[in-house]
């Protein structure tokens, strides 16, 4: 069964530091990777989006891609303490289906 | 509309009741999808429409489970004798055909089965 990982945390980060949010995928065969981000109680919203190795920069955030290691993460630069949210990784699979994670919860304190 | 809308938010159904909870996307918004997210988990695929073709019904957990989209615009997903282990949050979400890869979720509904 294809899989994505995540550490559900809490993960907690004082606010103004690195927030790093992992995700772990298992089909190789995988071309595109979702963060999303869900706030409690509402649904969620996309964020970024990688498709190819490397990284990719938006603002405070950036993705990280390794297709090879099957690894995918998420930095948050300057975390605020309105970054506090789930933070859910999705894969789209070499069958088109888009596989979601668990969610790892973030929490920045002030 | 601006966005995509599910009604009702928040509904409360006796084990064995039928429920039917509706999906309004928005406007030119071709691809529709829902989704069933337990509490602490992702998102669960559960079905997907093009316009008012049913492309993937593969992710419904049983035959309880139906989803209708008659005209291609608003999408009505029921629950027949429902059972506790539905309790979850309901997703809507749809794309445009220029951006697929971008989903716009509604609120959800969320049942709760007693």
């Known amino acids: 069964q294809k899989e994505v990982e995540q550490n559900s945390g809490p993960l907690s980060v004082p606010e103004g530091a690195i927030a790093s949010l992992n995700c772990t995928y298992s089909?190789?065969?995988?071309?595109?990777f979702f963060w999303y981000r869900q706030y409690s109680g509402k649904s969620p919203e996309l964020i970024m989006s990688i498709y190819s190795n490397g990284d990719k920069e938006d603002g405070r955030f950036t993705a990280q891609l390794n297709k090879a290691s099957q690894y995918v993460s998420l930095l948050i630069r300057d975390s605020q303490p309105s970054d506090s949210a789930t933070y859910l990784c999705a894969v789209r699979d070499s069958n088109y289906q888009l596989i979601w994670g668990a969610g790892t919860k973030l929490i920045i304190k002030p | 509309g601006a966005g995509v809308s599910q009604s009702p938010r928040y509904k409360v159904a006796k084990r064995g009741q039928d429920v039917a909870l509706r999906c309004d996307p928005i406007?030119?918004?071709?691809?529709l999808f829902w989704y069933q997210q337990a509490l602490g988990q992702g998102p669960e695929f559960l079905t997907y429409f093009q316009n008012e073709a049913q492309l993937d019904k593969s992710g419904l957990p049983s035959d309880r489970f139906f989803a209708e989209r008659p005209e291609g615009s608003v999408s009505t997903l029921k629950i027949q004798r429902t059972q506790q282990e539905d309790s979850a949050v309901y997703l809507c979400a749809t794309h445009s055909g220029t951006d697929p890869e971008k989903l716009f979720f509604g609120s959800g509904t969320q049942l709760s089965v007693l």
């Open positions: 406007s030119g918004h071709v691809s």
């Open positions: 089909d190789r065969g995988s071309q595109s």
